[in-house]
């Protein structure tokens, strides 16, 4: 299969998408983690992504688009992938559907993951995130065994750069001006399945599964 997940930041798209991409057996690939890989490297291009999420903005469209369709095209998402956090803007969808329509595919569903915002700043200021494993915790919500050590590897875990108040805010901003419209762009196209974000990690999957007609676990 080949699905989107869209939702606010702290909507739970990362975790989810982990989870729901292990269950269909396909890719789940990251616009934000492609961007964080390229300014981790420190490469110009790394350089350049760094100044737009910092700031809580958006990377340009055909930044973005190129990066993420060179990463959809690798052999392992062949046959499906999860693409999460891509496309984030109606120019970026049109450049999805073209790249897709290249390959001679299409999208299957497009899941909208929907979150009140006090909850959503409540849960990315308290996010903390292993760099080195992907776990991602919570200080209050799920606090790992030992402080600031992640659960998995043990590595330090630290808090991303945007995840401060004001930098949040401003990504709900964007997220409210740039992404919202597309929500109305897939519903056009018979695309859209909104899902209710609250909740633990299982049930919001389960009602993923449900929205997908995946069936029960
Ligand atoms: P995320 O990990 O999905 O929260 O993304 C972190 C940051 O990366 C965002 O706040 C944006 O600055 C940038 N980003 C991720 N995905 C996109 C996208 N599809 N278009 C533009 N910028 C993006």
């Keep these: 299969m080949r699905i989107v997940l869209i939702g606010p930041p702290g909507a739970g798209k990362g975790t989810?998408?982990?989870?729901?991409?292990?269950?269909?057996?396909?890719p789940a690939i990251s616009s934000g983690d492609l961007f964080r890989a390229e300014t981790s490297r420190g490469s110009a291009l790394g350089e350049l992504v760094r100044r737009h999420t910092d700031a809580g903005e958006l990377v340009p469209d055909e930044l973005t688009a190129t990066l993420v369709t060179r990463r959809l095209r690798e052999p392992d998402a062949a046959d499906g992938f999860l693409l999460d956090g891509y496309p984030r803007t109606v120019g970026q969808s049109e450049?999805?559907?073209?790249?897709?329509?290249?390959?001679?595919?299409?999208?299957?569903?497009?899941?909208?993951?929907?979150?009140?915002?006090?909850?959503?700043?409540?849960?990315?200021?308290?996010?903390r995130v292993c760099p080195a494993c992907g776990t991602t915790v919570h200080t209050v919500f799920s606090p790992p065994r030992v402080p600031d050590r992640c659960d998995g590897c043990a590595g330090p875990l630290v808090r991303r750069a945007d995840d401060t108040e004001e930098t949040v805010?401003?990504?709900?901003?964007?997220?409210?001006?740039?992404?919202?419209?597309?929500?109305?762009?897939?519903?056009?196209?018979?695309?859209?399945?909104?899902?209710?974000?609250t909740g633990t990690v299982p049930e919001v999957c389960d009602r993923m599964r449900s929205a997908l007609s995946l069936g029960a676990r």
């Excluded at 805010?169 to 974000?197: I, K, M, S």
């Design 16 to 26: 989810q998408a982990r989870v729901l991409a292990g269950l269909l057996a396909v």
């Design 169 to 197: 805010l401003r990504r709900l901003a964007v997220y409210a001006e740039q992404t919202v419209p597309l929500l109305r762009w897939y519903t056009d196209r018979e695309l859209l399945r909104p899902v209710d974000a």
């Design 95 to 127: 450049l999805l559907e073209r790249a897709l329509d290249e390959d001679g595919t299409v999208l299957d569903a497009v899941i909208a993951l929907d979150l009140p915002d006090d909850e959503i700043v409540r849960r990315l200021t308290g996010r």
